[in-house]
């Protein structure tokens, strides 16, 4: 696989020993080139042959909160690359009776080759990324979700031939998931319309960076409290959930408040009859979106589930080999 070794070793150039905070660190051509590495990795594993370029390396994998897709993903990437990943809860480690958590990265950092956390904290993930010496891979924090995105990015990659010219609707909670969408779609020249409710809006500086990066490649960045303006004449309608991890508390309100913002299939109607449906999973279904459109022939929620691995392995295979 010629194509493979040349996409890999150019990103292994610029991304070894890079973290993975959030992707507006880094640069369009190297989310472009992360998506053609996972595509071609997934089809060398399909076909039983996913390269050992990881033979030997280590990737600890810490947990605040639950997962069933990030985790079991990046355990099966790190054993089809030929490495291995040991899981952990945080309450496990020390870290969870207080240890600092500067410590904790400099200690690891004497054992392992990378490190990937979902935490609660953005911040506390930055500050584990300062004190550690080795790759520190984002798994979801409360701000961002760089991993789940650029799986979104393949699975429309695969499925419409194309990114750049194409435009997302993302209809929903301004959440980690959005922000992550947001700066991907800039990446790739997407055009990208988030629709919030008045008061769940996107953090602004990000949608300010993103829309830079995005004038670059030639789209737009655009936020509303309309969900028909997102939706219109989209190729993509993405949404997630109302309530997030460590929301809880909140859940009535969220409930009350998005009530206006479901994917179904009145709204659908408005975007281009082959639009693809995405959710990055868990979905509550007749909340956020309806069951016939999440169970629905435009419904692409499974393939893109399966691309966590293979995004996942595209930046192992960059930043670790
Ligand atoms: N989409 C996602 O990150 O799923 P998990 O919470 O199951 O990891
Ligand atoms: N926004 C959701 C995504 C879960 C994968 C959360 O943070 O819970």
Known sequence: MKLLEEVQLKLVSSLKGKDLLTL??????????LIKLATQLKALTKEGKCPKLLDGKTLAMIFEKNSTRTRISFEVGMHQLGGKSMFMHSRDLQIGRGEPI???????????DAIMIRANSHEMVK???????????????????????LADLETIAENKGTLKGLKVGYVGDGNNVAHSLVVA?????????????????????????????AKANGSIVAVTNDPVEAVMNADVVYTDVWTSMGQEEESKKRLADFKDYQIN?????????????????????????ATSV??????????????????????????LA
């Open 24 to 33: 507006l660190d880094y640069t369009s051509e190297e989310v472009q080139d």
């Open 102 to 112: 500067s410590d904790t990265g400099k200690v690891l950092s004497g054992y392992l």
């Open 127 to 149: 500050e584990l990324a300062e004190h550690a010496t080795i790759p520190v891979i984002n798994g979801l924090t409360d701000i961002y979700h760089p991993c789940q995105a």
């Open 185 to 213: 779609a800039a990446h790739v020249g997407m055009d990208i319309v988030v629709a919030t409710p008045d008061g769940y809006e996107c953090n602004e500086e990000i949608i300010a960076k993103a829309a830079e990066i």
């Open 265 to 289: 299939d009145e709204l659908v109607k408005f975007a281009k009859p082959n639009y693809m449906f995405l959710h990055c999973l868990p979905a509550h279904r007749e909340e956020e979106v």
């Open 294 to 319: 999440i169970d629905g022939p435009n419904s692409y929620v499974f393939e893109q589930a399966e691309n966590r691995l293979h995004a996942q392995k595209a930046v192992l295979a960059s930043i």
